[in-house]
């Protein structure tokens, strides 16, 4: 059976959760369009989380049919896929191991940007129809988060053995548990978010040609 690669981050910046592998690992193992999720834990490190994503990828033998890479974005009312990946790591914050990189590119030789293969506006015309809230975002920002994105996007664009594997990144709204340590954060209950994903997926698969619809905004 075709494998779907979902990723998702440890807990970062104080937070003992993290929503984006809450979500991967609730859906390890289920079986979506003849393909089978397999759910993989990325630290939340610069390098290192390609690293671990590099194994996942070779082993086994066989291209997963999709990567999906979630992230936690806390402030976000609705499930973003993203549409662009950028080459350049600016950290705001330390990474889990204290990195905190400035103006560095993830991939020295790498193009300006990479563009999502994942239908992302179709992805999020399916998720509304389903009374699920989602948007289009147009930034990664420049974390780890974006890091993954990006080194993602490049591996599929220039390994052979990646050439029919489709992938993208989702960025995922805080859990209520951190909103109650964070009074007037917005949240998202797991099971919504969990569902979202089930939509995204059978979307992703089942969708070639993406939806030509709006999806910019002014900022």
């Given at each position: 059976?075709?494998?779907?690669?979902?990723?998702?981050?440890?807990?970062?910046?104080?937070?003992t959760?993290?929503?984006?592998?809450?979500?991967?690992?609730?859906?390890?193992?289920?079986?979506?369009?003849?393909?089978?999720?397999?759910?993989?834990?990325?630290?939340?490190?610069?390098?290192?989380?390609?690293?671990?994503?590099?194994?996942?990828?070779a082993?086994?033998?066989?291209?997963?049919?999709?990567?999906?890479?979630?992230?936690?974005?806390?402030?976000?009312?609705?499930?973003?896929?993203?549409?662009?990946?950028?080459?350049?790591?600016?950290?705001?914050?330390?990474?889990?191991?204290?990195?905190?990189?400035v103006?560095?590119?993830?991939?020295?030789?790498?193009?300006?940007?990479?563009?999502?293969?994942?239908?992302?506006?179709?992805?999020?015309?399916?998720?509304?129809?389903?009374?699920?809230?989602?948007?289009?975002?147009?930034?990664?920002?420049?974390?780890?988060?974006?890091?993954?994105?990006?080194?993602?996007?490049?591996?599929?664009?220039?390994?052979?053995?990646?050439?029919?594997?489709?992938?993208g990144?989702?960025?995922?709204?805080?859990?209520?548990?951190?909103?109650?340590?964070?009074?007037?954060?917005?949240?998202?209950?797991?099971?919504?978010?969990?569902?979202?994903?089930?939509?995204?997926?059978?979307?992703?698969?089942?969708?070639?040609?993406?939806?030509?619809?709006?999806?910019?905004?002014?900022?």
């Amino acid at each position: 059976m075709p494998r779907i690669l979902l990723t998702g981050f440890e807990p970062f910046d104080r937070d003992t959760v993290n929503p984006s592998w809450e979500v991967a690992r609730a859906l390890d193992g289920w079986a979506c369009g003849g393909a089978a999720v397999q759910a993989l834990q990325l630290p939340c490190v610069f390098g290192a989380a390609l690293a671990r994503l590099d194994e996942a990828l070779a082993l086994p033998s066989d291209s997963p049919a999709l990567v999906v890479a979630l992230g936690l974005a806390g402030g976000r009312t609705e499930v973003t896929p993203e549409r662009v990946a950028i080459n350049v790591d600016d950290a705001r914050i330390p990474d889990n191991a204290g990195r905190q990189p400035v103006d560095a590119p993830v991939e020295p030789r790498g193009p300006a940007a990479y563009f999502s293969t994942l239908p992302v506006k179709a992805i999020v015309h399916a998720l509304r129809q389903a009374g699920l809230p989602a948007a289009v975002s147009n930034s990664a920002g420049t974390f780890v988060c974006n890091h993954v994105f990006y080194g993602l996007m490049h591996r599929l664009a220039t390994r052979p053995a990646l050439a029919g594997t489709r992938g993208g990144f989702v960025h995922l709204p805080a859990l209520p548990e951190q909103a109650a340590r964070l009074p007037g954060t917005p949240s998202l209950a797991l099971a919504t978010q969990v569902e979202a994903l089930r939509v995204l997926l059978r979307t992703a698969l089942s969708t070639t040609a993406d939806l030509r619809e709006q999806g910019g905004s002014l900022h």
